[in-house]
């Protein structure tokens, strides 16, 4: 049967909505069923000059006919502009969907681009769509960024500079490692992955020189991961490990913190680049890319990474469907 995906656009003022009308043009390997505001989509399809029919949640999804549950907006924001009334139904619209995902009415989740700062002014504390989904599935997860040529997941994510030191510990990388080990086994379809682990330091702390968290946090969890039968490589020096030789055999790299292998991902491929949260009992993937609030409205957004989102998280659907 085919994966039967929720679909959000994510902050109404920005592209997502025109990102989402943009998808429901072409014919998928998977239904997809939005959760979101009719008027900020219709306007969305009004802008593009696209054909858009939402119909009903269990009706069959094609070329220009969305299935669609509606959350009001408190208001439909100018482009551009995001309104913090509009918080709770933004929210509300992620949460459903993932509810979703988890009674298993949906096989997956495909979300666009949000905006913390209008919901945090909306009294509602986000600190990002990965955090929320975790808390709400009560389950740990890891932040991965892919695209075709490589594999980044995050010790960290959203976290000031100065409090990722604190926020490493043994514990907690095992714990993260063995998910990613484990949904490269499960979701990609790799029988032994190998992943590089960076240290948190510049030359990923000179034996202690220039920093003890390799020393006295790092290596005790790879020495322990690799007596379970994990393939990891490192602590590595940042600077040097995502040098062509270097990635030449390994499947993902794990970094300390967002900043450290994101802007890598990104430089190698970022139209193509998708958002996965790894550990999660369903697959959710989101676009690399924030609103582009200053692109809504103006029909010029650039729809590649939600294309490769949708399409990232039919294929882990389909294997998780047939394991």
Sequence with gaps: MRPRLALVPGEPAG???ELCVRAVQRAWDADLVAYGDRASLERAAA???????????????????LPFVDIPLA???PFGTPDARNAAAVIAAMEQAASACLQGACDGLVTGPMHKAAINAGG????????LL???????????????????????THLPLRAVADALTTP?????LRIVDAALREDFGIDAPVI????????????GVLGREELDVIVPALDALRAEGLRLVGPLPADTAFLPA????????????????LPVLKYSGFEQAVNLTLGLPYPRVAVDHGTALDLAGRGEADPSSLFAAIATCTRIARIRRRA
């Design 47 to 65: 802008v593009l000059g696209l054909p858009l029919t939402l119909v009903a949640p269990d009706a069959p999804c094609d070329p220009g006919r």
């Design 124 to 131: 509602i504390r986000y600190t990002g769509t990965t955090e």
């Design 246 to 261: 270097k990635l030449r055999d390994v499947d993902a790299v794990f970094a300390m913190y967002h900043d450290q292998g």
């Design 172 to 176: 907690g990388l095992q714990r993260q």
């Design 15 to 17: 592209v997502g909505p």
């Design 196 to 207: 590089a682990v960076l240290g948190l330091n510049p030359h990923a702390g000179e034996d």
């Design 134 to 156: 975790a808390a709400q599935a009560m389950r740990d997860v890891v932040m991965m960024l892919a695209n075709d040529t490589l594999r980044v997941a995050l010790a960290t």
């Design 75 to 77: 208001t439909l924001p």
